[in-house]
Each structure stands twice: as structure tokens, then as C-alpha cells.
């Protein structure tokens, strides 16, 4: 389950209850309590509920069907800080893979400013921002569609993508963390990245808050293993650097204190 289909879930369980303890909320999502605290501090700055002691509550303003617009709504701004972050790091006439996740999407727009870009993706929502809104080149790849993500995953979509060398690899992750690096929810997926990775001159991972702190089944990589962490707000850690490489954290500077 990532982060934002937990979410939605406490959402969901607030809007029946109106109130729910963590320990209430650990025991239907099956993760521990310092997970649920976590979330329960993200979506609290999102204005989506109200901490209590020992849980939280659903703010009077939060209706069943406004709450899961209201965290989109934020989610999107998060990402658009990262998004805009990570542009700042592609020159021109580059070639650049790209996963299928929401948070690349929201880099997608700020890459119209450069001209000469080839876009390998594995997202079909990511192909079509891209052909609407740069003048990239885009190559997109083969393999099974899956349904809820909307985006080609399998052997032969890892394959595709070991048929090019890119400048850049920007991708996302279910969560990710200084000991346990960037991990995922699914097996396919961190297949993927790793090739992404592995064809790439530089790596770049973009993960909003809600990522932070959060480990997953399937390991994509160590933090050392990447060039860049972009995300939108401070992780308590800066570079990170082991056996001479290092992986340089990008933040708003209004979130370092």
C-alpha cells in the first residue's frame, strides 16, 4: 500500500468516525504506530485533519467528498516544488528515462524550457503530459499495461529500457529512508528503476514528505547509489556519501531550519 492509498484510507475511516486513535489505525492498515504518527503529522499540515492526543480527528471543514480533493490539491503543490527543483538539474539536448509516477508528472512541465530532449517512459499519462506539453522526443515502452497504474511493467519493459543510455534517470519511490535507501511497494516497478539506474549518468529520485522515513518491500537502490534526492522539505540529513560518491539533497531553502 503507498503512502497516499493509506491516506485515503484514514481519511475514509475519519470521515465514518470522526475521530480514531493510531492504535485503531495500526491495527486496519497492518503498519506500526510510528508510521500512522507520521502520517497523521503529513496530513495535518496538509489541513486534512487535527492530531489528538493518541490519534486525530476530522476538521469540521473536511467534508467526505472535499477531504481526498483537498490532499490532492496539496500533494500536487508538493510535487510541483520538487518537480521545478529537479528541472534545475537537466541541460539541453539531453535523453532522459523517466518512471510513471505522479511525481515525475509534476516535473513534466517545467521541461519545456529546454529544447532537444528525448523522454524514454513507462507511463501513459506521462507520455501524453509529455507530448502535450514539451517538444521532446518520446520513446515509450513496451510491455503489460497494468490497470490501476496506468503504465507498462514486466520483463520486456525492463528490457526496452536496456536498449537505451540515458543522461538522466528521474524516478520516484514508495519510500525512502537514510539506513534502508529508496524501496517499493512492487517487485516490477523496482526492477525497473534499477535499470533506469543502471543505463544513466546521473540519478536523480524525487520523493514528497510523505515518502520520507518510510521503508517498503523491495529495495531500488541505497541513497548512495544516487547523484540527487529532491524533495520538498528538509530530511534531516544532507549528503550522503560512501566509497567517494556522494548523493546531494535538494530542498526549499524556506524548509532547512
Same mark, same amino acid.
Given at each position: 500500500?503507498?503512502?497516499?492509498?493509506?491516506?485515503?484510507?484514514?481519511?475514509?475511516?475519519?470521515?465514518?468516525?470522526?475521530?480514531?486513535?493510531?492504535?485503531?489505525?495500526?491495527?486496519?492498515?497492518?503498519?506500526?504506530?510510528?508510521?500512522?504518527?507520521?502520517?497523521?503529522?503529513?496530513?495535518?499540515?496538509?489541513?486534512?485533519?487535527?492530531?489528538?492526543?493518541?490519534?486525530?480527528?476530522?476538521?469540521?471543514?473536511?467534508?467526505?467528498?472535499?477531504?481526498?480533493?483537498?490532499?490532492?490539491?496539496?500533494?500536487?503543490?508538493?510535487?510541483?516544488?520538487?518537480?521545478?527543483?529537479?528541472?534545475?538539474?537537466?541541460?539541453?539536448?539531453?535523453?532522459?528515462?523517466?518512471?510513471?509516477?505522479?511525481?515525475?508528472?509534476?516535473?513534466?512541465?517545467?521541461?519545456?524550457?529546454?529544447?532537444?530532449?528525448?523522454?524514454?517512459?513507462?507511463?501513459?499519462?506521462?507520455?501524453?503530459?509529455?507530448? @502535450? /506539453?514539451?517538444?521532446? %522526443? #518520446?520513446?515509450?515502452?513496451?510491455? $503489460?499495461?497494468?490497470?490501476? +497504474?496506468?503504465? *507498462?511493467?514486466?520483463?520486456?519493459?525492463?528490457?526496452?529500457?536496456?536498449?537505451?543510455?540515458?543522461?538522466?534517470?528521474?524516478?520516484?519511490?514508495?519510500?525512502?529512508?537514510?539506513?534502508?535507501?529508496?524501496?517499493?511497494?512492487?517487485?516490477?516497478?523496482?526492477?525497473?528503476?534499477?535499470?533506469?539506474? @543502471? /543505463?544513466?549518468?546521473? %540519478? #536523480?529520485?524525487?520523493?514528497?514528505? $510523505?515518502?520520507?522515513?518510510? +521503508?517498503?518491500? *523491495?529495495?531500488?537502490?541505497?541513497?548512495?547509489?544516487?547523484?540527487?534526492?529532491?524533495?520538498?522539505?528538509?530530511?534531516?540529513?544532507?549528503?550522503?556519501?560512501?566509497?567517494?560518491?556522494?548523493?546531494?539533497?535538494?530542498?526549499?531553502?524556506?524548509?532547512?531550519?
Amino acid at each position: 500500500m503507498t503512502n497516499e492509498e493509506r491516506h485515503a484510507q484514514i481519511l475514509q475511516l475519519l470521515n465514518e468516525k470522526k475521530s480514531i486513535s493510531v492504535h485503531e489505525l495500526s491495527s486496519v492498515l497492518l503498519v506500526s504506530g510510528a508510521t500512522i504518527r507520521r502520517d497523521l503529522a503529513a496530513m495535518e499540515q496538509a489541513g486534512l485533519l487535527s492530531r489528538s492526543h493518541g490519534g486525530a480527528t476530522l476538521l469540521k471543514s473536511t467534508a467526505a467528498e472535499t477531504a481526498p480533493i483537498k490532499y490532492e490539491q496539496a500533494m500536487l503543490r508538493e510535487r510541483r516544488i520538487i518537480g521545478e527543483l529537479a528541472s534545475s538539474l537537466i541541460r539541453p539536448n539531453s535523453t532522459i528515462f523517466l518512471d510513471s509516477s505522479e511525481t515525475c508528472g509534476a516535473f513534466i512541465p517545467f521541461l519545456k524550457q529546454y529544447n532537444y530532449l528525448s523522454v524514454v517512459t513507462n507511463g501513459l499519462k506521462n507520455a501524453l503530459a509529455l507530448s @502535450q /506539453n514539451t517538444t521532446a %522526443k #518520446i520513446y515509450f515502452a513496451s510491455g $503489460t499495461i497494468t490497470p490501476d +497504474t496506468d503504465c *507498462c511493467l514486466g520483463s520486456d519493459t525492463v528490457q526496452y529500457f536496456g536498449r537505451f543510455y540515458a543522461d538522466y534517470a528521474v524516478f520516484s519511490a514508495s519510500g525512502v529512508t537514510e539506513e534502508t535507501g529508496a524501496t517499493d511497494t512492487s517487485f516490477e516497478q523496482a526492477a525497473l528503476k534499477r535499470m533506469m539506474m @543502471q /543505463n544513466a549518468k546521473v %540519478k #536523480i529520485l524525487l520523493c514528497d514528505h $510523505t515518502k520520507l522515513d518510510n +521503508t517498503f518491500l *523491495c529495495q531500488i537502490c541505497s541513497l548512495s547509489d544516487l547523484d540527487y534526492l529532491v524533495t520538498n522539505q528538509n530530511p534531516g540529513y544532507k549528503e550522503i556519501t560512501k566509497n567517494g560518491h556522494t548523493c546531494k539533497i535538494l530542498f526549499p531553502e524556506e524548509t532547512r531550519a
